[in-house]
T-cell receptor, first 115, second 112 residues
């Protein structure tokens, strides 16, 4: 399975500021996914980062709040903009396994606390 | 929309006993069902998955069963050990775009 490096691992941010999370994969992948995991909760898909095209967002998530970049097939960033305490969460990137649509692997996550 | 329901939310079993976690899915076209284990403070790890062309899959102490007609699938852990304590998530693919949708998780406690 792919090896994913995600950073930062954690951060404490002031409300109203923005944080950019980076995700680097050791192999080329078509799609990268960004999930949010609120404390003690499940994983919710935020958006899919597509190389060469705009990211596709899930219901309830918008580009202005969570802009995503995908400059190449091994890298993506997620920005959490104009943060509020409700954005405190773990953010995880994920990629498919060798077979498209199967075997998702997750990065180590970014624990964000907004104060 | 498509969703995955998971039960129970918490499960406590004596060490050595079996644990069963059950999930149902709403998208009848789903054809891929992974299970993830998440230990405290760590990333979710894929432990087993099943595709809709089989009804059961086993890997040592872990097995998953799938009933396509009823749209439910289950995780079975036998001879539980302390290191099995974790949160387990079932998931299913959303067939229209193959994205993975997760259940709410089951916190499994293995009692000494």
């Amino acid at each position: 399975s792919a090896v994913i490096s995600q950073k930062p691992s954690r951060d404490i941010c002031q409300r109203g500021t923005s944080l950019t999370i980076q995700c680097q994969v050791d192999s080329q992948v078509t799609m990268m996914f960004w999930y949010r995991q609120q404390p003690g909760q499940s994983l919710t898909l935020i958006a899919t980062a597509n190389q060469g095209s705009e990211a596709t967002y899930e219901s309830g998530f918008v580009i202005d709040k969570f802009p995503i970049s995908r400059p190449n097939l091994t890298f993506s960033t997620l920005t959490v903009s104009n943060m509020s305490p409700e954005d405190s969460s773990i953010y995880l990137c994920s990629v498919e396994g060798r077979s498209q649509g199967y075997g998702y692997t997750f990065g180590s996550g970014t624990r964000l606390t907004v104060v | 929309g498509e969703n995955v329901e998971q039960h129970p939310s918490t499960l406590s079993v004596q060490e050595g006993d079996s644990a069963v976690i059950k999930c149902t899915y709403s998208d009848s076209a789903s054809n891929y069902f992974p299970w993830y284990k998440q230990e405290l403070g760590k990333r979710p790890q894929l432990i087993i998955d099943i595709r809709s062309n089989v009804g059961e899959k086993k890997d040592q102490r872990i097995a998953v069963t799938l009933n396509k007609t009823a749209k439910h699938f289950s995780l079975h852990i036998t001879e539980t050990q302390p290191e099995d304590s974790a949160v387990y998530f079932c998931a299913a693919n959303r067939r229209r775009d193959d994205k993975i949708i997760f259940g709410k998780g089951t916190r499994l406690h293995i009692l000494p």
